[in-house]
């Protein structure tokens, strides 16, 4: 089993930016590939950036290229994602998402673990 949380979230005034914070619990940590999904309010939840096990290959959804950098640290069990330049619909609770695959993946289904979510609330 993998625990997840999140932080990091808050409120920022549009074209600031956010770092957020995902701590996984165990051992295994650098096995899992992970990522992070967002959900916006009457929206279904969506992808936005993925990382492999090492760290060396990454993938973001298009609305964040540029924008948003996703990096992890094994050492530290931690996945972090940074924003800038944020926007009002960014607005989102982000989740990360761990699953036991090495390759980075983009389908909701490809994940095992998920954290409870932190909210991100851009001011315009």
């Known amino acids: 089993q993998v625990q997840l949380v999140e932080s990091g979230g808050g409120l920022v005034q549009a074209g600031g930016s956010l770092s957020l914070s995902c701590v996984a619990s165990?051992?295994?940590?650098?096995?899992?590939?992970m990522g992070w999904f967002r959900q916006a309010p009457g929206k279904e939840r969506e992808f936005v950036a993925s990382?492999?096990?090492?760290?060396?290959?990454?993938l973001y959804a298009d609305s964040v290229k540029g924008r948003f950098t996703i990096t992890r640290d094994n050492a530290k069990n931690t996945m972090y994602l940074q924003t800038a330049n944020l926007k009002s619909e960014d607005t989102a609770v982000y989740y990360c998402?761990?699953?036991?695959?090495?390759?980075?993946?983009?389908?909701?289904?490809?994940?095992?673990?998920w954290g409870q979510g932190i909210q991100v609330t851009v001011s315009s």
């Open positions: 990382i492999n096990w090492s760290g060396d290959t990454v």
């Open positions: 165990g051992r295994t940590f650098s096995s899992y590939a």
């Open positions: 998402a761990a699953h036991r695959r090495r390759f980075t993946a983009t389908e909701q289904s490809d994940y095992d673990y």
